[in-house]
């Protein structure tokens, strides 16, 4: 067995007046794309803010090909910016008085900056090339389509070179005929960057097109990990394929599937601030 790429060990406690959820989550990830499937509020979305250092766990540990981001025991807590993690949220989180160009340049500005600084100019314009952006490098947020806007967060997620790329549901918000395209899209540019992915999705199209390993969640708590190959053994191609995945999901969660496109159920949930450029 392959070395996991990633090791995740993460316990947290979330209060909101009487409400409480306990998120205690234990993988590791072996595979090019790992998809982390769970009915709405079982914590997937804490995990991944936790492995990218949005969200601080009460204990536990998160490393990344041998690098420890986090662990609660030896006081260790890698800033955002140093743990070499992409994240591709899932509104995108665009900065929307940016222009695309600044948007993807992002993680190379500093707030004060109103261009691009030099240093960083040649990778912007490749990740631009790249993501089929250069002739709206210019445009707002606001003036482009949900799969444009989608390839603004991607190319932003992918310009330091990340050891990891995580995705919080990035299809919730499109229509079915662009998910399709767009599934292809990450595929090509996953190999192109050669990184890895731990990917949330309501949706069982996404697991049986993207996924290598998938991860349930369930109240807080991974209940089942195995490769997809192995998981979906009766699976072949075809019209069936959407309802085995579906079937043998709800088994494993043992609970209603939220529909793909269902605005989630309300959950707790921690507001992280994003401050840009002016």
């Known amino acids: 067995m392959r070395d996991p790429a990633l090791d995740v060990d993460v316990r947290c406690r979330l209060v909101s007046g009487r409400r409480r959820f306990d998120l205690d989550a234990r993988f590791a990830c072996t595979r090019d794309c790992t998809v982390v499937f769970g009915p709405s509020g079982s914590g997937k979305s804490l995990t991944l803010q936790a492995i990218g250092g949005l969200v601080r766990p009460d204990s536990g540990h998160v490393r990344l090909r041998g690098r420890t981001l986090f662990d609660a025991a030896r006081g260790v807590?890698?800033?955002?910016?140093?743990?070499?993690?992409?994240?591709?949220?899932?509104?995108?989180?665009?900065?929307?008085?940016?222009?695309?160009?600044?948007?993807?340049?992002?993680?190379?500005?500093?707030?004060?900056?109103r261009a691009v600084p030099v240093a960083a100019r040649e990778r912007v314009d490749e990740m631009l090339d790249v993501f089929e952006l250069a002739p709206m490098r210019d445009a707002l947020p606001s003036?482009?389509?949900?799969?444009?806007?989608?390839?603004?967060?991607l190319a932003r997620a992918l310009l330091g070179a990340p050891d990891l790329l995580l995705l919080d549901e990035p299809f919730s918000a499109l229509d079915p005929l662009l998910r399709h395209r767009l599934r292809d899209d990450l595929l090509r540019f996953r190999a192109r960057?050669?990184?890895?992915?731990?990917?949330?999705?309501?949706?069982?199209?996404?697991v049986a097109a993207l996924a290598d390993e998938v991860v349930v969640f369930r109240e807080g708590r991974v209940v089942q990990q195995a490769d997809a190959q192995t998981l979906f053994a009766d699976v072949a191609s075809g019209p069936q394929i959407r309802r085995t995945v579906q079937r043998v999901l709800?088994?494993?969660?043992?609970?209603?599937?939220?529909?793909?496109?269902?605005?989630?159920?309300?959950?707790?949930?921690?507001?992280v601030p994003l401050r840009g450029p002016r």
């Not at 003036?143 to 967060?153: D, F, I, N, P, T």
């Not at 969660?253 to 921690?270: C, T």
Request: aromatic content about 10%.
């Open 77 to 113: 807590d890698v800033p955002v910016r140093a743990r070499r993690v992409g994240y591709v949220f899932q509104d995108y989180a665009l900065f929307p008085h940016l222009s695309v160009e600044r948007n993807v340049a992002f993680p190379r500005m500093r707030w004060w900056q």
């Open 143 to 153: 003036q482009l389509s949900g799969g444009q806007r989608q390839r603004v967060a």
């Open 193 to 206: 960057f050669e990184v890895p992915m731990l990917l949330i999705t309501h949706d069982p199209d996404d």
């Open 250 to 271: 709800a088994q494993s969660v043992g609970a209603a599937i939220d529909a793909p496109g269902a605005p989630p159920a309300a959950g707790p949930a921690r507001v």
